[in-house]
């Protein structure tokens, strides 16, 4: 049994949801010559910081673990998820994280009950989290949480789906 613990840890206020410090715009020249000289390419530029930021999600303002249940993280846009220890078990960024496949089709099953052990920080970018089935190789990166929390309930339903369509359940399997 896990204690009630809640940890917390606020990344670095330079620190996107993508590990990588914003961009921030240089003044506009004072020089005409060298706007007129080089105008398209500045545009070029802007154009370029403006899609690459619009593709960015937010910055990570907070992440809270309430062990052994769910973690909540927070952006800087105002999201704040609550992403179960089972769904984050499931959708384990790691290469190797227990998987069996069917089909071709990598499926965990038997998570239901799993628990957060604890999380630790990794870098500036991301969360290594340590589950009670002692999968702990996944990195879960600010960027990765975004996309989570933000698809849920659609990752989950389609989860649901492919058990169903296995014949296999988010029960553990009984020992016996």
Do not use: C
Not at 47 to 75: D, G, N, S
Not at 144 to 163: A, D, Q, S, V
């Amino acid at each position: 049994e896990h204690p009630n613990v809640t940890q917390e840890y606020k990344p670095p206020e330079a620190v996107t949801a993508t590990g990588l410090a914003p961009q921030h715009a240089r003044p506009p020249s004072q020089s005409g010559a060298f706007m007129l000289a080089s105008s398209s390419s500045l545009q070029a530029v802007a154009l370029r910081r403006l899609l690459h930021a619009a593709a960015q999600p937010p910055r990570l303002t907070k992440f809270t673990l309430h062990a052994p249940k769910y973690v909540e993280v927070e952006f800087a846009d105002g999201s704040v998820f609550n992403l179960s220890a089972e769904f984050l078990r499931i959708h384990s960024p790691a290469v190797n994280s227990k998987i069996r496949s069917i089909d071709g089709q990598k499926v965990i099953f038997g998570r239901r009950h799993v628990g957060i052990m604890s999380a630790e920080p990794v870098g500036n970018y991301g969360i290594k989290i340590i589950f009670d089935d002692l999968h702990k190789t996944g990195i879960y990166t600010w960027e990765y949480f975004y996309h989570l929390g933000t698809t849920k309930f659609t990752l989950m339903r389609n989860y649901i789906k492919i058990l169903r369509k296995y014949g296999l359940s988010r029960e553990p399997r009984r020992r016996g």
